[in-house]
């Protein structure tokens, strides 16, 4: 089984700033890291597919990349919607999908 | 875009069954794949398993080997999801999620809780 290690697990930061945020994969992959958000009380939601690409209406400020075992969610001068969990999957394993813990960006 | 909707709030005893709905409209469920991911109060996502309608094909992560059965009915477009022998530790929030085969969820249910205790 493929683990995915996120982190950091807790993140805070103010509104306006920048966060980055860290998947770890314990073995090599192609592109197939997905990344999603969650809210309290709200099922995850589609940010990034194939490490890299927006999902469907995903503002500009999210972006991913990374390759190999290093993934990473960048989001630039955050809003105070984008406090929240976020999580990585991959899903090149298929069909045996993995998450990752999840980082919990918070408010400053 | 896929709509997924699921059953309603569960409360079971230990060593009972349960069994979660998630019924698709809006988009092909037969060109769909469907997984089950649940979440613990507090916890992280966890992937349960998955089924290809289309085949008939499941798949189950090890930790779910057993105790879990995912089916799907193509007359109403509808997943499930049985988890049996229920345990306290099974207390979470269960989420369907629609994917193409082998790729990302890109449409979730608003999960169904199931609490079990005595």
């Known amino acids: 089984e493929i683990v995915m290690t996120q982190f950091p697990a807790t993140l805070s930061l103010s509104p306006g700033e920048s966060a980055t945020l860290s998947c770890r994969a314990s073995?090599?992959?192609?592109?197939?890291v997905a990344w999603y958000q969650q809210k309290p009380g709200q099922a995850p939601r589609l940010l990034i597919y194939g490490a890299a690409t927006r999902a469907t209406g995903i503002p500009a400020r999210f972006s991913g990349s990374g390759s190999g075992t290093e993934f990473t969610l960048t989001i630039s001068s955050l809003q105070s919607e984008d406090f929240a969990v976020y999580y990585c999957?991959?899903?090149?394993?298929?069909?045996?999908?993995?998450f990752g813990q999840g980082t919990k960006l918070e408010i400053k | 875009q896929l709509q997924l909707v699921q059953s309603g709030a569960e409360v079971k005893k230990p060593g009972s069954s349960v069994k979660v709905s998630c019924k698709a409209s809006?988009?092909?469920?037969?060109?769909?794949?469907f997984s089950w991911v649940r979440q613990a109060p507090g916890q992280g996502l966890e992937w349960m398993g998955g089924i290809i309608p289309v085949f008939g094909t499941t798949y189950y992560a090890q930790t779910s080997q057993g105790r879990v059965a995912i089916t799907a009915d193509g007359s109403t477009s509808t997943v499930y999801m049985e988890l049996s022998s229920l345990r306290s530790e099974d207390t979470a929030m269960y989420f369907c999620a629609r994917h193409l085969t082998g790729r990302y969820f890109n449409s979730w249910g608003q999960g169904t809780l199931v609490a079990v205790s005595s």
């Open positions: 999957q991959q899903y090149d394993d298929w069909p045996l999908y993995t």
């Open positions: 073995q090599s992959l192609s592109s197939n």
């Open positions: 809006g988009d092909t469920f037969s060109n769909s794949a």
